[in-house]
T-cell receptor, first 115, second 115 residues
Framework: AQSVSQHNHHVILSEAASLELGCNYS??????LFWYVQYPGQHLQLLLK??????LVKGIKGFEAEFIKSKFSFNLRKPSVQWSDTAEYFC?????????????FGTGTKLQVIP | NAGVTQTPKFRVLKTGQSMTLLCAQD?????MYWYRQDPGMGLRLIHY???????AKGEVPDGYNVSRLKKQNFLLGLESAAPSQTSVYFC??????????????FGPGTRLTVL
């Protein structure tokens, strides 16, 4: 069964600091990878996604993520965070093996950006 | 388009009471899902549906029932509420994707408290 690990549960950064949130998954086959963001009091929204092709994926609001197949990782990065990036971030994996597959979510990383 | 909507937004129940949460989507999506979100546990799939008239169990189905009588609606029922079901419930939908990308669109959530 597929699983997703987000090792950082709570990250606190000052504005303008660089961000990297880790995401590792366990599945040996072809995967689709997602990062979702949940701003305080709101629902989850898609930040970026990887299906195939260029392993460096750019999303909204200056976020990017790199798929490293050999490391089973899909880390999220942003060079300079803003106070408005304070939110909870979820990594998700969909294993592609034919038919319907469910998406597995990580436990989330809470990011707090201090002005 | 309203996207994915959920009613009610908040509810307080007493142990043993029953209730139904309604999810509606206007994007003509085939797949619909119910998740619960608990602190430190991310999103856990309760039930899902791959089309009108079909439902299937997710990771944590016990104590819940679902129905998908119409394509646009997915109902989640609690037959006899327990304090352990205090949570935030999110509904999501996704189109029938080829190949199975499973990008999900989330509703605003229902905060349920069981006393």
């Amino acid at each position: 069964a597929q699983s997703v690990s987000q090792h950082n549960h709570h990250v606190i950064l000052s504005e303008a600091a660089s961000l990297e949130l880790g995401c590792n998954y366990s599945y040996g086959g072809t995967v689709n990878l997602f990062w979702y963001v949940q701003y305080p009091g709101q629902h989850l929204q898609l930040l970026l996604k990887y299906f195939s092709g260029d392993p460096l994926v750019k999303g909204i609001k200056g976020f990017e993520a790199e798929f490293i197949k050999s490391k089973f990782s899909f880390n999220l990065r942003k060079p300079s965070v803003q106070w408005s990036d304070t939110a909870e971030y979820f990594c998700a994996v969909n294993a592609r093996s034919g038919g319907y597959q469910k998406v597995t979510f990580g436990t989330g990383t809470k990011l707090q950006v201090i002005p | 388009n309203a996207g994915v909507t959920q009613t009610p937004k908040f509810r307080v129940l007493k142990t043993g009471q029953s209730m139904t949460l309604l999810c509606a989507q206007d994007m003509n999506h085939e797949y619909m899902y119910w998740y619960r979100q608990d602190p430190g546990m991310g999103l856990r799939l309760i039930h899902y549906s791959v089309g009108e008239g079909t439902t299937a169990k997710g990771e944590v189905p016990d104590g819940y029932n679902v129905s998908r009588l119409k394509k646009q609606n997915f109902l989640l029922g609690l037959e006899s509420a327990a304090p352990s079901q205090t949570s935030v419930y999110f509904c999501a939908s996704s189109p029938r994707a080829v190949p199975n990308y499973n990008e999900q669109f989330f509703g605003p959530g229902t905060r349920l408290t069981v006393l």
